[in-house]
Structure formats: structure tokens, C-alpha cells
T-cell receptor, first 110, second 114 residues
Framework: QKEVEQDPGPLSVPEGAIVSLNCTYS??????FMWYRQYSRKGPELLMY????GNKEDGRFTAQVDKSSKYISLFIRDSQPSDSATYLC??????????FGDGTTLTVKP | GAVVSQHPSRVICKSGTSVKIECRSL??????MFWYRQFPKQSLMLMAT?????????EQGVEKDKFLINHASLTLSTLTVTSAHPEDSSFYIC??????????FGPGTRLTVL
């Protein structure tokens, strides 16, 4: 069993929809949770970075962490075609290497 | 802030030659840098972790003599693919980390070995 499981997708939504991207994990030592966005043939871009449980909002993006359920989510409001990309969750127990999910590919159709 | 560059962005080489890829953190000092490999439509595969001034730590299955990593300063790490073969063709991505946990990724280098 992988330490981090990510909803595989692909996910296709109409423009303006609310998107929910999810990951579960098994390692209770994880305390740092990240979401990255990767466009085709580019390096991943850090979107959100949270520590421990709770919500964090940045513009149209909200990251949610539920450590009791070992479940994290990224919500995208008012999705735009430019949000079409692969989204990777990542988590770490300390300032070392992160464990990444396999990614969910999102397509937002105009 | 937190910009990481990679050079070259694309390289094509003949089988048997060596290729060097540079990774630089442009506006911060990176205590740790990571090297990843990514195949089409697959996730990131961590190859090695490098800390400035010390030997890199390679992941299981990654040949350290094949993929030489040098972390000469707090802003520069290099990956050299030695005696490259067609199976080494891939997308190589570096990332840099400060004291916090989040990694900042470079734009990637596409290597094609003929």
C-alpha cells in the first residue's frame, strides 16, 4: 500500500464549477501538506502549503487537512480553463523529502 | 520569490556521451536540493537528495555512478548522466528547499538520448 493515495482522475468539469481534489495517507507522522500544480512539460508549481489540520485559503484555492481522518483536499472555486493541469499532493513529516501522490489530471472545459 | 532555474531545458545527445544538468536557486539559499525523474503521464520519481557540501543520498535502485550529483554551493546543484543510453531519456526535474518543508521546482530538462 502506498503511503499517499490520490484520486486518479482524470477529472473533467465545466468552467465555473467547484473542483475537489483529494488525497489520503497512512503515515500519521506527516505534518506538512502541500499541493502542487503541474502543466504539461513543466516543473510543478507550489500552490498551497499547510501545517497540521485546518483550512487555508488563497484566492480561489482552499486547502483542507483532516489529520484525524488522514485526508486532505484542495478545492478550486470558479474553475477556469487555465486551471487545467495535473495536481499533485505531497506531504512530509519533517524538513526532509516529501512523499508525493501520483497526481490528478484536471480539464476545465470552456 | 523562490525561483529555481534549470539548464538546459532540452538536450539531445548521442548514446555513450555524458550530459550535465544544472539546477540553481535564484533568490534563496537552498539547504537541500532534490533530483527527480518523470516519465510521461507518471508522477515524480525521487532519484536523490543532495545537501551542500556532502554526498548525495540516492534512492533505492538509482545508480550513483550513473547519475553523479554535485552540490557545490547553497545555490547550485548539478546532475551528470554519465554514458547516457536511450533508456535514460526522460524529463529530469530538480527542486530546492529552504528551512521549511515545501520544495520549489525548476522547469525541468528534457533529455533525449539517440
Amino acid at each position: 500500500q502506498k503511503e499517499v493515495e490520490q484520486d486518479p482522475g482524470p477529472l473533467s468539469v465545466p468552467e465555473g464549477a467547484i473542483v475537489s481534489l483529494n488525497c489520503t495517507y497512512s503515515n500519521s507522522a506527516f505534518q506538512y501538506f502541500m499541493w502542487y500544480r503541474q502543466y504539461s512539460r513543466k516543473g510543478p508549481e507550489l500552490l498551497m502549503y499547510t501545517y497540521s489540520s485546518g483550512n487555508k485559503e488563497d484566492g480561489r484555492f482552499t486547502a483542507q487537512v483532516d489529520k484525524s481522518s488522514k485526508y486532505i483536499s484542495l478545492f478550486i472555486r470558479d474553475s477556469q480553463p487555465s486551471d487545467s493541469a495535473t495536481y499533485l499532493c505531497a506531504m512530509s513529516s519533517n524538513a526532509g523529502k516529501s512523499t508525493f501522490g501520483d497526481g490528478t489530471t484536471l480539464t476545465v472545459k470552456p | 520569490g523562490a525561483v529555481v532555474s534549470q539548464h538546459p531545458s532540452r538536450v539531445i545527445c548521442k548514446s555513450g556521451t555524458s550530459v550535465k544538468i544544472e539546477c540553481r536557486s535564484l533568490d534563496f539559499q537552498a539547504t537541500t536540493m532534490f533530483w527527480y525523474r518523470q516519465f510521461p503521464k507518471q508522477s515524480l520519481m525521487l532519484m536523490a537528495t543532495s545537501n551542500e557540501g556532502s554526498k548525495a543520498t540516492y534512492e533505492q535502485g538509482v545508480e550513483k555512478d550513473k547519475f553523479l550529483i554535485n552540490h557545490a554551493s547553497l545555490t547550485l546543484s548539478t546532475l551528470t548522466v554519465t554514458s547516457a543510453h536511450p533508456e535514460d531519456s526522460s524529463f529530469y526535474i530538480c527542486s530546492a528547499q529552504q528551512e521549511e518543508v515545501a520544495q520549489y521546482f525548476g522547469p525541468g530538462t528534457r533529455l533525449t538520448v539517440l
